[in-house]
């Protein structure tokens, strides 16, 4: 690993809310997995951004764990990279404060996925719900983070992290970044019903890291199609479409030519492509699942990687804090 002082920061992190998706492996994983050679970063499994949504007390451990093992599993590497759990970082908390100090609350209110969640669980509209944004930009900001690879569904969280970083900088003068999302192939993988994009949330949309190969046939037979006979070219929207995207995701630059080709010639046949996706997710599933298996039966190798990120990243954060609240005038310059 090169010295952590000259390299970039890098910061993202996953919801503690279950077994994690290949929408997550594509548009988040695979970014921090590209990055963790190059730059200082750290990656969280966010169990405070969790409690903003109804979830369960007794499996929240439990969640987390299966969160860190997937991170793991899929490839983060304790030689290169941090992994902490956020609620075991406290600055964070403290920072979120400071900022939400310096941002207007209509900005947030204005949010789509503020609206979106209020939508969702209109019995659960707390000010954690709203507070979201500020603490997704302290968790970025806190170790001065410039790339965050992510879903391009969290770009309007980005944005408010920039704003924060740009207000706070003019306010009190410049120390922060403005942070930008770094994308890849998979930024947006949709959903399994046709509609929207892949989440854990939505029943039916997804298939997750953990599945075997009989538990990927079934997910995908239930994914909607058409006739085929119609051919011309492969539709943009829906079910058809959704399939398309994840050939070109998992299989082979000639699998999917194939496949068009057959398409447009409306002689497709679904229950094929079906079966061959099958095989080329979980090839690339396969991997994961055995090295998932490995540190299942090596906790002390997981908690070793935890413990010692969480002091790293906290003595970072604290260097943080100090810069603020000199700036910001809760310490006496010395
Ligand atoms: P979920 O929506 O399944 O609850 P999270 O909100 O925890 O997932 O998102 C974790 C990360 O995975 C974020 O970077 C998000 O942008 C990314 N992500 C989630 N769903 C998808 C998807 N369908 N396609 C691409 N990236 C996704």
Redesign the pocket.
Known sequence: MNTKGDRKKVF?G??A?GRL?I??Y???IKGMIALQDEYDCTFGVMDLHTLTTPYDRGSLQGQIRDVVLDMMAAGLDPKKCRLIIQSHIPEVVELSYYFATVYQLARIEDLPTFKEKKAQYPEHITVALLYYPILMAADILLSKAELV??????EPHLEAAREIARKFNVTYGDMFPEPQRFATK??????LTGEG?????KEGSFITLADSLDVIRERLAKAPTDSGAKGGSVPKKGGVANLFVLLRLFSSAETVKSYTSVYEQGVIKYAELKHQLSHDIFKELEPLQKRRQYLMEHPHEVDEFLASSETSYREDGRATIAEVREKMGLSSHE
């Open positions: 993202s996953i919801r809310t998706h929408g997550n594509y548009g988040a690879p992510v879903g391009i569904d969290q998979g930024e947006l993988v949709p959903s994009k892949m989440s854990k949330t």
